[in-house]
């Protein structure tokens, strides 16, 4: 799925990746995204080789609150 709009939604500082998707999925959950583009995300969050590629999809599909 190509996703191209972006979440309001700026990450809570000193969180590893699934803390920060906790925090990301409810926030598009308040923004009325749909449950397939938030599954698309989630999967690249889980599948990231480490935190820091995970934490970067985040930052993809946001922008600053």
Not at 28 to 56: C, P
């Amino acid at each position: 799925m190509n996703i191209r709009k972006k979440l309001p939604w700026t990450c809570p500082p000193h969180l590893n990746r699934y803390a920060a998707l906790d925090h990301w999925v409810r926030a598009a959950e308040d923004e009325n995204w749909s449950e397939s583009e938030i599954q698309t995300v989630m999967d690249e969050v889980v599948e990231a080789a480490d935190d820091a590629a995970g934490l970067a999809v985040l930052a993809w599909y946001s922008r600053a609150a």
